[in-house]
């Protein structure tokens, strides 16, 4: 299995696609896992539409960032289907899945998003695929076994949080920017979890596990026990 950790979803920045392209190709077709809304965004399909819908005129705010990254790869954009939290079932979001190649989970909350995972019957569905996952943020951290917040603007504390279960060899900071919280909550986790922790700086870096190999794309930094 191959693993792509991102700090943002601008998979087309000229640091990720030397790499990438050997990963990412024209043929394959995309599941994004849209459920890393926040409650206080989204309570309705019209809300969900705004951050992923397509439309012709008005598209959602991610849904030219995300869909565009693929297109530079050479993916079709017939290729590439949203999960869609609202109007999808857990038939047909898990047939979605099982037919992609690529799992693409969105940035946001990760903490719901993994709860609405579950909600859907999705767990075992995800964890059996034998493709590649990515996700950017959220959807970076989701993949370990185990990942931990820093405090900011939405979450008041630290906290370790249950991931899918993909990775459990090391944390992720994401949205590194060597700051005294970031560097508390790292230091924290290298006391508790003796495990090392990459910080992906904001925007700037991104790690590949293919299976078992850690490739540090970009800006990353290495702390470890």
Known sequence: MVNIL??????????????????????????????SFRDSEVKSL????????????????????????????????????????????KETAAEKIKQADIIYFT???????????????????LKNHNGIVMGYSAGAVIQLSEYHLSPDDYYNEFNYYEGLGYLDSFYLEVHYADTDVQ?????????????????????????????????LLGDVQTFSV
Request: proline share 2%; glycine share 8%; aromatic share 14%.
């Open 6 to 35: 991102l700090d943002c979803y601008e998979i087309d920045s000229p640091y990720l696609q030397d790499c990438l392209k050997n990963y990412i190709k024209p043929n394959y077709s995309v599941a994004v896992v849209a459920f």
């Open 107 to 125: 940035g946001g909350a990760p903490e719901r998003m993994a709860e609405r995972i579950k909600e859907f019957d999705l767990t075992e569905v």
């Open 183 to 215: 560097n508390d909550a790292i230091k924290r986790v290298l006391q508790e979890r003796q495990k090392t922790v990459y910080a992906l700086a904001d925007r700037k870096g991104a790690i590949v596990a293919d299976n078992g190999n850690i490739k």
């Open 46 to 89: 019209s809300d969900w539409n705004r951050l992923y819908g397509k439309k012709l005129f008005k598209k959602g705010k991610y849904y030219d960032g995300i869909v565009s990254g693929f297109l530079s790869y050479g993916i079709s954009e017939k290729n590439i289907t949203f999960i869609n939290y609202f109007t999808d079932t």
